[in-house]
């Protein structure tokens, strides 16, 4: 069997996921990234994202490819009545935040934008594998009960055993990372 030992193991990217395979890159670190599902992502998920994560994403040299895919800003939100007339105005450009506005991006294209930044960066130490599910998880008192080993199947059938530094797990509201540390 094959044998990886990256700093880095993230497992899962949706939203969470591959922004942090997006950040991580120019860092130095070896990542190796599991998602389980084909692409595209294909679940529903919101187009908002507020000044502190866009505050992230600027500092993640993310921001600019949003921009690229379409993102808009936004100050503030206006609710009117039927009539049109104003009932309340929220604004927040007046608010002392480096970026004052939050961002809005069809929610297909913000986990898929910042993957792409993590894939095709050639400098990048970086291997995503996908569609593959991290099950076969083993932790240990060596990673502080964290993770040790996570043995997959790649989409060609290699068996692989991925042994990293330091686990990210963004695998959504039931990891299995969570569950077994
Ligand atoms: C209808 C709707 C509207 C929303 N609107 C907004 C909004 O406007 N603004 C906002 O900030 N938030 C919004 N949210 C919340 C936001 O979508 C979630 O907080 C966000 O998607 C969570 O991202 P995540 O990457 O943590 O998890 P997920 O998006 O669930 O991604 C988890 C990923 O992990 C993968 N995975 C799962 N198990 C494994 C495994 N064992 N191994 C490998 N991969 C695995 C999955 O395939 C998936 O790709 C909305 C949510 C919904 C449902």
Sequence with gaps: MKTLHPDILIAGAGIAGATVAAGLRGRGYSVVHLEASEQPLDSARGDHLGPRVVETLAKWNILDAFFAAGAEKRLGAKWLTADGDLVMHSSIDDLPLPHPYYIVLNHDLIAITALDLAVKDAAYDYTLFRP????????????????????????????????????????????????RV
């Design 132 to 179: 593959v599910a991290a099950r076969d998880i083993t932790t240990g008192a060596e990673a502080h009960g964290g993770v040790t080993d996570v043995t997959i199947k790649t989409p060609e059938g290699e068996s692989v055993s991925i042994q990293p530094r330091m686990t990210i797990a963004c695998d959504g509201r039931s990891s299995k990372i969570r569950a």
